[in-house]
């Protein structure tokens, strides 16, 4: 191996290092836990869709479209299964919000908002 080469692969792994530092929350089955809220809208999500309240699917700000998100009510432990399809929420110190059928799975239809734990699933 000549040495350009070498270099060429040294970039390239620490390329790829700062890219697995840089975005944890993109792995599969790690978790994040922070302030979530519910949204009913019929619009138009950022992906394209109509916005179906009645549907399992949630807002974030990062994650890309069709992710599948286990989210997890800190305060009883239930959980539920969503389908990223928005961009939000764009409320300071939240972090995910859920349709209204994910929220009431949930046990935070009521309360409107609710601390929570999601984790990559899919």
Request: hydrophobic share 45%; net charge positive.
């Amino acid at each position: 191996m000549n040495m350009m080469h070498l270099r060429t692969l040294s970039a390239a792994a620490l390329a790829l290092s700062i890219v697995a530092v840089a975005s944890p929350a993109l792995a599969k089955g790690d978790g994040k836990c922070g302030h979530a809220s519910w949204y009913a809208l019929t619009s138009k999500t950022a992906s394209g869709e109509r916005m179906n309240p009645a549907k399992l699917t949630a807002a974030h700000r990062s994650l890309p479209f069709g992710t599948k998100v286990e989210v997890t009510n800190k305060r009883n432990g239930k959980s539920v299964v969503v389908r990223i399809n928005d961009r939000g929420p764009f409320i300071k110190g939240r972090m995910i919000d859920v349709s209204k059928a994910a929220a009431a799975n949930i046990g935070m239809v009521r309360s409107g908002t609710a601390q929570v734990c999601y984790r990559i699933v899919g």
